[in-house]
């Protein structure tokens, strides 16, 4: 799933230990998943911080939680950390974390966030616009849409003869998708 080398081991067990908390380890997942602005983290995980479905990998001097939904978009992962003249810096390059190897069994905000940010969006880039998903709920994705896509007159086509077309053809266990977004804001709307 994730490497972390030896030296970042030490580094992050000497942080640990100044913590002065019995039992504090580490909890590494990663926000906004399988999207452009996804985020690998890493954070210290007090005893009864961990989820109950997190992985619990233990090291040396500590124990790493790893997120079970994180799981896929850490792979191939590796945490190091290198001395410099200014203490050293951990590094963490997590090349699975924007796009994840999605498959039919993949969550569906998973297989819905692959297919907007590498199908759809590239599209309404041309525009100045894009669209992201802010949640499934009972089968529909709710879709916001952000740029020149705001306030624009074509949205409604857009939505419904591109992006509701191509999402429901390639994510099948999909019900619908709603447009969650003020559209009388339109400072930046392409039409």
């Known amino acids: 799933m994730i490497e972390i080398s030896p030296a970042a081991q030490s580094y992050l067990g000497e942080l640990l230990a100044k913590q002065e908390v019995e039992g504090i380890g580490i909890r590494v997942f990663v926000a906004n998943p399988g999207t452009p602005q996804a985020e690998t983290c890493i954070a210290y995980c007090r005893p009864g ?6 992985i619990p990998v233990p090291y040396e001097a500590f124990t790493a939680w790893f997120e079970k939904r994180s799981e896929r978009y850490l792979e191939d992962a590796v945490v190091d950390f290198s001395e410099d003249r200014l203490g050293g810096q951990l590094t963490i390059k997590a090349p699975n974390a924007r796009m994840p190897r999605v498959d ?7 297989r819905i966030n692959y297919v907007l940010y590498n199908e759809i969006n590239p599209s309404l880039a041309s525009h100045g616009g894009m669209v992201s998903l802010v949640e499934v709920n009972d089968g529909e994705a709710i879709l916001k849409f952000g740029g020149g896509c705001q306030g624009c007159a074509a949205v409604d086509m857009t939505l419904k003869q591109g992006v509701e077309k191509t999402l429901l053809e390639q994510v099948p266990d999909l019900k619908g ?13 392409y039409y």
């Not at 911080?49 to 997190?54: A, I």
């Open 177 to 189: 998708i709603r447009d969650d977004t003020d559209h009388s804001v339109r400072e930046n709307a």
């Open 49 to 54: 911080e961990e989820q109950e479905d997190d």
């Open 104 to 110: 039919a069994d993949s969550p569906i905000e998973d």
